[in-house]
């Protein structure tokens, strides 16, 4: 035990310990700084939000900002921060909140999945058309960057980064770092346009509910009635920091199991298995232990506002690191296609958010509506922070068919086997096959939606008035 000391906690490891310690105090301070700014001009009523604030003061003082004062091994510790805050986003997601009813939820989450189908293959649908109208005549880029719009605007940055090495051995070596720029893009457009949608939404009375934003104090405040009164705060965040941890856990059990029986299986399918990240797997385990805690009658140890501040918390810091580590040079020499690509994919999610989401989803459509443009956009977490805008007070349901959705389809879309298996699928194919299959999908899940939309207002009138 003694030899064994020295050797675990070698010169090289404690170096590292202290690299990771001081980029976390680092980023925390920003974000610190970033919200106390936020606060102080109230930005969050022009739906911009304080971490993006924070992101913009890391991107000042980046290698590559106008004041170069952090250091370059420092950006690497956060531009690997993406996929692990979007994982604990996912894995506290479930855990604050009753388990919905899936029955009665059957028609909301059709009509969410509806939506979420058009939005993800709908971009795929207009990358294709303008990498093959546009991008590949002009500039003769590969089809392959098809496919950034989908893993950048679902997928973000963690899917982004994850599908490198597949568009490397596609022929597409850019593909990484175009990913990455675009994700920020997304990020950028995710938070920016969605809040100004937010407020014009608020304007033009589509919120469920009208009303100013409460305070996250306030929002912090029922936790002594929620919670065991005799623990004292520090231990109930132990406890739901513990409860998240045990989610996340449960989402890295899982994904090595499937790459086992992936790997088992060989050739795509193994491929496939081993591309895929651990966040999607993440919202099963927090939806495991959520059970857990609901059959041992032990619901009471998750607090909703602690869990929604464990999620908030690693949103804000996945959006500052992410908005920091932005590629500047990168952008500037790839601007075109990226521009292209981008108010493509934009144009398209508006579209869908604003003329078919009123016309698939019940009476809180406006809520999900953009809550599923800030996930088709940005993140899930962008997404959050836009209902949160929209929906302080979780008046709609929007939040529980959202989950109910993200657990049907996060393990293919965003970052899961679709995303995967797109690249392969234009190389094999090519692209034109695959742009007009995917359209083929956005007709029917649109089709699907409009239809069991009707079958909902048909039945409306006799349950009106309980």
């Known amino acids: 035990m003694n030899d064994l000391l020295p050797a675990l906690w070698t010169p090289e490891r404690l170096l590292g310990l202290a690299w990771l310690a001081l980029a976390g105090s680092v980023l925390t301070l920003i974000l610190a700084a970033g919200r106390r700014i936020g606060r102080r001009l109230n930005l969050r009523l022009w739906g911009v939000p304080e971490a993006l604030v924070a992101g913009l003061i890391g991107l000042l003082v980046a290698p590559s900002g106008a004041l170069p004062l952090l250091p370059p091994h420092l950006m690497e510790l956060w531009g690997e921060l993406p996929l692990v805050l979007l994982t604990l986003v996912f894995g506290s997601l479930m855990l604050g909140k009753p388990l919905p009813q899936l029955g009665g939820l059957w028609r909301p989450v059709g009509g969410q999945v509806s939506l979420a189908l058009v939005l993800a293959f709908g971009q795929y649908v207009v990358g294709g058309l303008a990498v093959l109208l546009v991008l590949q005549p002009w500039l003769g ?24 090495p597949s568009y490397a051995a596609l022929g597409f070596p850019g593909g990484q770092d175009l990913g990455l720029a675009m994700a920020t893009v997304g990020l950028l457009s995710s938070t920016l346009v969605g809040g100004v949608v937010v407020v014009i939404g608020r304007q033009r009375g589509w919120l469920l509910a009208q009303g100013t934003p409460t305070p996250s104090t306030a929002a912090v405040q029922p936790t002594a009635a929620s ?37 088992a299986i060989g050739g795509g399918v193994a491929e496939v298995g081993r591309a895929l990240p651990v966040f999607p797997l993440a919202i099963i ?87 599923e443009f800030g996930q088709a ?40 086997v679709v995303t995967v298996v797109a690249p392969l ?30 079958a909902g207002r048909n039945t409306e009138p006799s349950a009106a008035h309980p």
């Open 377 to 416: 956009t940005g993140v899930a977490a962008s997404g959050l922070l836009l209902l949160r805008m929209a929906d302080p007070d979780d008046h709609s349901a929007a939040l529980p068919a959202f989950s109910l959705k993200q657990l049907l389809l996060q393990p293919f879309l965003a970052g899961g």
């Open 141 to 164: 880029v590969s089809p392959v960057m098809a496919c950034l719009i989908e893993v950048a605007y679902e997928g973000g940055h963690g899917s982004a980064a994850a599908m490198g």
């Open 285 to 371: 385990g927090s939806l495991l232990m959520r059970w857990l805690l609901e059959r041992t009658g032990r619901s009471h140890w998750a607090s909703a506002p602690i869990q929604s501040e464990i999620g908030t918390l690693s949103a804000d810091l996945l959006i500052t690191s992410a908005t920091a580590c932005l590629n500047l040079a990168l952008l500037a020499a790839d601007w075109l296609p990226l521009t292209v690509l981008a108010v493509a994919g934009l144009t398209w999610n508006l579209a869908v958010t604003l003329l078919l989401a009123p016309r698939v989803l019940p009476a809180d459509w406006f809520e999900r509506a953009v809550l």
């Open 227 to 263: 919670a065991a009164p005799e623990r004292p705060a520090w231990a109930d965040w132990a406890v739901n920091l513990a409860l998240a941890g045990c989610a996340v856990l449960i989402g890295v059990v899982l994904l090595q199991l499937l790459r086992l029986g992936t790997d």
């Open 425 to 454: 699928a234009v190389a094999s194919w090519g692209l034109p096959t695959w742009t007009a299959f995917c359209l083929g999908l956005v007709l029917f899940a649109g089709g699907a939606g409009l239809l069991l939309a009707q």
